[in-house]
T-cell receptor, first 112, second 111 residues
Framework: DSGVTQTPKHLITATGQRVTLRCSPR?????VYWYQQSLDQGLQFLIH???????AKGNILERFSAQQFPDLHSELNLSSLELGDSALYFC???????????FGQGTRLTVV | DQQVKQNSPSLSVQEGRISILNCDYT??????FLWYKKYPAEGPTFLIS?????DKNEDGRFTVFLNKSAKHLSLHIVPSQPGDSAVYFC??????????FGTGTRLTVIP
């Protein structure tokens, strides 16, 4: 158990819909990262938040947005969903300058 | 633009032999490198890391080597065990910033 909690574990939704993925970081971690893993692909960095503020953006579509709340949990919002958005979405957290990031078990999103 | 590359999508090794997983990177500003291991239906788990000021780091059966001039790192697993079968991701970062991941190498250790 990494200490990072993601909900829900699975999500099936229709094209055009909007979903929200939730992440609770490890206790004490101020950084939250979101990654997308499509079928047989690597982990694509989406966005990084540190203590409530956006720190870096990766290959995140304009239809996607995220935020980190005062209690440090984070949400990734995906809207106008397309079939190609089907993927595993991972959240990770770390301390500032920590060795590495600790990952949650992911949310598997299926768009039908 | 893939800044971290793992050119071998898969690798099969006999149990007890050495597994060598390779990773190349393009950004000379990377100062910290990590390897993650991922089992199906689980998130990646941290395995071993190395700072850019070192050229080798060892942890039990796992050793990571860094060749900065070649922008190349490798993970050696000796001896390989069937439980090591997983997807291995190489990752790199600049300072305390986000990690850039490779596309992964699926290691299969044959009993």
């Amino acid at each position: 158990d990494s200490g990072v909690t993601q909900t829900p574990k699975h999500l099936i939704t229709a094209t055009g819909q909007r979903v929200t993925l939730r992440c609770s970081p490890r206790s004490g971690d101020l950084s939250v990262y979101w990654y997308q893993q499509s079928l047989d692909q690597g982990l694509q960095f989406l966005i990084h938040y540190y203590n409530g503020e956006e720190r870096a953006k990766g290959n995140i579509l304009e239809r996607f947005s995220a935020q980190q709340f005062p209690d440090l949990h984070s949400e990734l919002n995906l809207s106008s969903l397309e079939l190609g958005d089907s993927a595993l979405y991972f959240c990770a957290s770390s301390v500032e300058g920590g060795e590495g990031a600790f990952f949650g078990q992911g949310t598997r999103l299926t768009v039908v | 633009d893939q800044q971290v590359k793992q050119n071998s999508p898969s690798l099969s090794v006999q149990e007890g032999r050495i597994s060598i997983l390779n990773c190349d990177y393009t950004n000379s500003m990377f100062d910290y490198f990590l390897w993650y291991k991922k089992y199906p239906a689980e998130g990646p788990t941290f395995l071993i890391s190395i700072s850019s000021i070192k050229d080798k780091n060892e942890d039990g059966r796992f050793t990571v080597f860094l060749n900065k001039s070649a922008k190349h790192l490798s993970l050696h697993i000796v001896p390989s065990q069937p439980g090591d079968s997983a997807v291995y991701f190489c990752a790199a970062r600049v300072g305390a910033n986000n990690l850039f991941f490779g596309t992964g190498t699926r290691l299969t250790v044959i009993p």
